[in-house]
């Protein structure tokens, strides 16, 4: 069965400190995809990145960085320099089949972070 | 913007009635799910359509059901509402198949209040 786990329901930060969200993953596949989604007060749901289980280098997007390690089956997101406009609730969220059936997506029950100016 | 569109965007309804909630899906995709985002969690699956056929279902009860039109549209109805279906719906639309990447755009969401 698959499971999705994001044990910090709330973060707070002052404006310009680094922030780690963590994710810790179940699911008996070995392919496997991985997502990170933020949402805005508005609702709707933005996409950050998708890593498959296959890659675990870890990547950078600006101010945004992804630590994907296998061993310890946690995905964690770290936002460097945090905005105001960085508050937001953010899921990390898995996917088994993917390309070949249905690609539903598993989330997490989400981190609000709130970013304090 | 992902080019998803739901409508409509709020809906205030009583126990017991119906509801008809849509989805216009991005230019190219062939596929539509949908999620049911209870209040303070994460989104959950309810089912998939793809080319019309419903492709893999969460565990949710038959009164939830589905259609997906030619032009790749596709509909969520509720029967029977309970209080417990206030939720925000969220569809998201992809591409599966050899020339797609699977990847799911949302749209904004449907609010859904059962009083």
């Known amino acids: 069965a698959q499971k999705v786990t994001q044990a910090q329901t709330e973060i707070s930060v002052v404006e310009k400190e680094d922030v780690t969200l963590d994710c810790v993953y179940e699911?008996?596949?070995?392919?496997?995809?991985l997502f990170w989604y933020k949402q805005p007060p508005s609702g709707e749901l933005v996409f950050l990145i998708r890593?498959?289980?296959?890659?675990?280098q870890n990547e950078i997007s600006g101010r945004y960085s992804w630590n994907f390690q296998k061993s310890t089956s946690s995905f964690n997101f770290t936002i460097t320099a945090s905005q105001v406009v960085d508050s937001a609730v953010y899921f990390c969220?898995?996917?088994?089949?993917?390309?070949?059936?249905?690609?539903?997506?598993?989330f997490g029950t989400g981190t609000r972070l709130t970013v304090i100016p | 913007e992902t080019g998803v569109t739901q409508s409509p965007t709020h809906l205030i309804k009583t126990r017991g009635q119906q509801v008809t909630l849509r989805c216009s899906s991005q230019?190219?995709?062939?596929?539509v799910s949908w999620y049911q985002q209870a209040l303070g969690q994460g989104p959950q699956f309810i089912f998939q359509?793809?080319?019309?056929?419903?492709?893999g279902r969460g565990n949710f009860p038959p009164r939830f059901s589905g259609l997906q039109f030619p032009n790749y549209s596709s509909e969520l109805n509720v029967n029977a509402l309970e209080l417990d279906d206030s939720a925000l719906y969220l569809c998201?639309?992809?591409?599966?198949?050899?020339?797609?990447?699977?990847?799911?755009?949302f749209g904004p969401g449907t609010r859904l209040t059962v009083t």
């Open positions: 998201a639309s992809s591409r599966l198949g050899l020339a797609g990447d699977g990847e799911q755009y």
């Open positions: 359509y793809y080319r019309e056929e419903e492709n």
């Open positions: 890593r498959n289980s296959f890659d675990e």
């Open positions: 969220a898995l996917s088994e089949a993917y390309q070949t059936g249905a690609n539903n997506l598993f």
């Open positions: 230019s190219g995709h062939n596929t």
């Open positions: 699911t008996r596949d070995t392919t496997y995809y």
